[in-house]
């Protein structure tokens, strides 16, 4: 990717974060939030954690959403843990467009993330 697609990848999930996290301030899911509370962000992992977990088994079932019947319930699913994800990067100001192209350059250039050091015996099979 140039730097003008990975700019384009900064500023989308950075819309992203501000959205995800501006609808749940409307929503009241932060209100009476105390963020010195060292278990808000455990909490908030594992909802996103919980997420990833219904997304698996949508998929091992091959089912589709009971709340938007029209998609499979993997898609609904990862899109609920990628609403988490950017409502928590916002509540604590993470930078985390910056932080997904900064590692993607990083992969792009991994020995072990290469397919021919994938197909060697030892490689990452995923």
Do not use: F, Q
């Not at 909802?47 to 997304?55: G, T």
């Not at 990083?106 to 990452?124: C, I, T």
């Amino acid at each position: 990717m140039d730097s003008h697609d990975l700019s384009a990848v900064r500023d989308g999930i950075a819309a992203t974060v501000s959205a995800c996290h501006g609808a749940s301030k409307a929503a009241g899911w932060w209100e009476g939030t105390d963020m010195s509370d060292r278990h808000v962000v455990p909490a908030k992992l594992c909802l996103i954690h919980s997420e990833v977990s219904e997304a698996m088994e949508g998929h091992r079932k091959g089912l589709m959403d009971d709340k938007l019947p029209h998609r499979p319930m993997v898609e609904v699913e990862l899109a609920d843990a990628l609403i988490r994800i950017a409502d928590l990067a916002g509540a604590l100001g993470l930078d985390l467009g910056g932080a997904v192209v900064e590692k993607m350059a990083y992969n792009a250039n991994r020995a072990d993330h290469k397919p021919e050091a994938r197909a060697a015996a030892g490689g990452k099979a995923y």
